[in-house]
Every structure is written in C-alpha cells, then in structure tokens.
C-alpha cells in the first residue's frame, strides 16, 4: 500500500532563516506530487505541484521554491522565510483514479 | 479557469441527523472528477467520496452520498446518521486533468450530542 510521509511535524523558526520540508511517498512510482498550503481556519492554496523529476510548476509567486530530486521526493524550501509563511503544509500524491492523498502535515510558525 | 465554491462557512447537525453541505464547481471541461474531503482537528486530509462527472450514478460511502447535478454544477454531500466523529471541515474539491486540483473554503461542520 502506499504511504507519504512529512517532516518535520513541526517547525519553530525565525524570520530570516531558511526552510526545507521534505515529502516522501512510498508503494508507488512517477505520481504527481504537490505542495499545499493551509493558514488557519481557511482552505487549502496550492504552491507547487510536480509531474516527474525536476519538473516543478509553481501556483503562487512568492519566496518559497519546490525541487524534486528523487521520484517520490519533494522538497519545499525557502531562503528567508517571512511571518506571513507561518500556516500548516501539506504535501499530497494523486493516483491514477485522479484521487489526492495527503501527508500529515507540517506546522510552521515563523517568529 | 475552475472554481470551486462552498456558501457554508459552518453548518451543525444534531448527532443521527441528516445534514447536506453545499458546493459548486464551475469548470468547461465535460469530463473531470469531483470530491470530498474531510479533515478533523488533527489536520489530516481524509478522502470521503469521489464523483466521476460522465457517471450518472451518484456516488455512496456508507453514510456519505453526493447529490450531482451536472448541469446546476451543483455537488452536495450528504451525510446520514451523523455521529460525533464526523465533526470536521469538509472541503470540496475538484480536478480536470488529475494535474491539478482545485479546494473550495471549507464548511465547518459541528455535531450536536
């Protein structure tokens, strides 16, 4: 069966410092894989969504970026991060019945 | 462009009740894929439903069933039988392609004991 994994859980930092999130997923190969993200009470907003190995399609310009090194790898960076980047992350794979799976999520709060 | 729209920012529902969440999903496409979401206090997303658009059958999951109506781009939610562990936000969610998806605002739905 197929798992994705997220970490860190959560994440203390302070403006200006960098970021790296990691997803993985495991029991399927090429997926989709994307990058959303969540502030609190309010939807879902779609940063970055990947079709194969280094090939990123950015939504929402902004001081974050996405590499996908390995197949099932994705990662969601950031220089300098900034207070508005605090919220909830989630990355997701689709299958091939065009259905989302999530992570569990990674909590950053920027100070 | 697709949008997605959820008018329900919250709905409540007594526990064994039958509550019904709204969404719209506005798209060109004839063909795409629609779904609902669930996710509970610990954030974790949680597939309820799919609807294939060139199915006419409305989809069922136990006490979950949708009500599509393809030519309103209307796609409610029903939920029978509510219990208290379907408390959570629900987000609406549809794709064209399986590329990318597009999320409505959520409903915050609350059960009543």
């Known amino acids: 069966s197929q798992t994705i994994h997220q970490w860190p859980a959560t994440l203390v930092q302070p403006v200006g410092s960098p970021l790296s999130l990691e997803c993985t997923v495991e029991?399927?190969?090429?997926?989709?894989l994307y990058w959303y993200r969540q502030a609190a009470g309010r939807g879902l907003q779609l940063l970055f969504y990947s079709v194969g190995i280094g090939q990123i399609s950015s939504e929402v310009p902004q001081n974050l970026s996405a590499s996908r090194p390995q197949d099932r790898q994705f990662i969601l960076s950031s220089k300098k991060l900034l207070l508005s980047d605090s919220g909830f992350y989630l990355c997701a794979w689709n299958d091939e019945h065009e259905q989302q799976y999530f992570g569990p999520g990674t909590r950053l709060t920027v100070t | 462009a697709q949008t997605v729209t959820q008018s329900q920012p919250e709905m409540s529902v007594q526990e064994a009740e039958t509550v019904t969440l709204s969404c719209t999903y506005d798209?060109?496409?004839?063909?795409?894929?629609l779904f609902w979401y669930k996710q509970p206090p610990s954030r974790q997303m949680i597939l309820v439903i799919r609807?294939?658009?060139?199915?006419?059958q409305n989809a069922t999951e136990n006490r979950f069933s949708v009500n599509f109506q393809k030519a309103a781009k209307s796609f409610s939610l029903k939920i029978s039988d509510s219990q208290l562990g379907d408390a959570a936000m629900y987000f609406c969610a549809g794709t064209n392609t399986g590329n990318q998806f597009y999320f409505g605002t959520g409903t915050s739905l609350t059960v009543i004991p």
């Open positions: 609807q294939e658009a060139y199915k006419q």
């Open positions: 029991g399927t190969s090429n997926p989709n």
């Open positions: 798209t060109s496409e004839s063909d795409y894929y």
